[in-house]
DNA sequence: CTGGATCCTATAGGATACTG
DNA sequence: CAGTATCCTATAGGATCCAG
């Protein structure tokens, strides 16, 4: 979409702006994608089977979009069979520590959440 | 959706599971919800304040599912007219010092995706 | 192997109007 | 005030086929 919304007070300005950028790192696939390169280079192949699940499509559309994000450096190796690499870049790396929390969190809470959903669900419909 | 997948090996199957978790988590809204309650307790109007450009409709939707995954408390109070306030539980406090660094993070490094993406497209279109 | 191009569907989410 | 209900559109994203 991308969408510029204009608003007076620089700092909603500010935050809007960002939560527009968390709304793309935080898309369907990106931060699994920026985990799975956590400290890695990968070739396309390679981190489609690192995330699980993902198709090809969506893999070549995140890339390009953490690419474009200035996120992931893609290295293209003139070869027959063609061989592209993808890693971090330094500011994508900037990053790896919050994704990696974010994982970790929802691994370890996975548990609680599924709980606090089933007794939900469970309550009288007020 | 809620899709269930089916895989062999548990480490894949939790982190599709956690990936599932960060997707709603990471949607939209959650995170600057989560953002605008951090430390403090909020009435449904606040935080449509607060939370710029939130439609009613979505603001209701994001605390309905925050609710039911136990990250945020939702509390009415019976009196005319009607006071619902909304707070972090401790499920939802363990996860403020990550969704601050995120928003800190874009706040950040607003400007180099802004460059990194103008740089790529004015890259010829190879 | 690494994609691009198409097609198609489900869904997210905005706008608006109504209610206890 | 704090929602619910309805309607409608754009878009996300999967499946599939093709290509250098």
Redesign the pocket.
């Known amino acids: 979409?991308e969408v510029t919304v204009q608003v007076s007070d620089p700092e909603v300005a500010r935050l809007c702006e960002a939560r527009q950028i968390l709304?793309r790192v935080g898309?369907?696939?990106s931060i699994a994608v920026i985990y799975a390169l956590d400290g890695a280079t990968l070739?396309?192949?390679?981190l489609?089977r690192e995330v699980h699940?993902?198709?090809?499509?969506?893999l070549?559309?995140t890339?390009?979009t953490l690419e474009r994000d200035g996120l992931v450096r893609?290295t293209?190796h003139p070869v027959v069979?063609?061989?592209?690499d993808?890693e971090l870049t330094d500011l994508g790396n900037t990053l790896r520590g919050t994704v990696c929390t974010l994982m970790t969190w929802a691994v370890n809470h996975a548990d609680d959440i599924a709980k606090a959903r089933a007794e939900y669900d469970a309550r009288p419909a007020s």
């Open positions: 979409m709304n898309d369907k696939w070739r396309f192949t390679e489609r699940g993902i198709s090809q499509r969506m070549t559309a890339l390009r893609r293209v069979p063609p061989r592209v993808y």
